[in-house]
């Protein structure tokens, strides 16, 4: 596995974010995705250890496609400068809580748990923290926990109280979120050390929690 190849290439494709190059490196576009899902595949043979839902998910349906949708956006660069990939049970499009990599030189991130979810699954997931919020936040203020992961991603989150919940609620800071994301920061050294797979299939177990929390509040 070879993720400075996957990281060079990337930083090529950020000065020539153009079809004409893309086609001239499809050899290398391919070549630096491979690494990616042979990542993606070890990192998911580790983590079935303490999450078996992930059992039976396949690496290639992991990753999201390098193509960005340009029909809205001011940007017209036709490809991100950036793999992800989404490990999650049920798909990467089932809405579910899971584990997300995003491999970027100089922006590597690992973590997960619920990004963009919908009004219906927002609510049941502060209904949850309404109800347990006391076991939330053990989870997330474990000393193993914070050693990895700080602040909710993101900062989405609302300026009151979600409608229904009493501004005084000993939980507020949490219900206001709009997402349930945490993430760390990977270096490019980290990223094509030796020992990135345990690294981030350790990162995922360290999150597992909260995402069974999530899970819960879905159920």
Not at 56 to 67: D, S, T, V, Y
Not at 72 to 83: A, G, L, R, V
Not at 91 to 103: A, D, Q, T
């Amino acid at each position: 596995m070879n993720l400075q190849f996957t990281l060079d290439f990337l930083s090529d494709l950020a000065k020539h974010n153009k079809k004409e190059w893309m086609d001239d490196n499809k050899k290398r576009y391919s070549e630096a995705r491979g690494y990616v899902i042979e990542l993606v595949a070890e990192v998911i043979e580790k983590a079935t250890a303490f999450d078996k839902s992930l059992i039976g998910i396949e690496p290639k349906k992991a990753l999201f496609r390098i193509n960005r949708d340009i029909r809205f956006s001011k940007n017209k660069d036709p490809y991100k400068t950036n793999f992800g990939a989404a490990i999650v049970d049920g798909g990467r499009k089932s809405g579910n809580p899971g584990y997300y990599l995003h491999i970027k030189p100089g922006d590597n991130m690992v973590g997960g748990g619920l990004y963009q979810p919908e009004s219906h699954v927002l609510q049941k997931v502060r209904q949850e923290i309404d109800y347990n919020g006391t076991n939330l936040r053990k989870i997330i203020n474990h000393k193993n926990f914070t050693k990895i992961y700080s602040e909710p991603y993101g900062g989405d989150k609302l300026k009151t109280s979600p409608k229904g919940y009493p501004k005084d609620h000993p939980d507020l800071d949490l219900l206001k979120l709009k997402h349930y994301v945490f993430m760390h920061k990977l270096s490019d050294k980290e990223i094509t050390s030796e020992t990135i797979v345990t690294k981030v299939a350790d990162a995922y177990q360290t999150l597992s929690p909260f995402n069974g929390f999530l899970k819960e509040a879905l159920s």
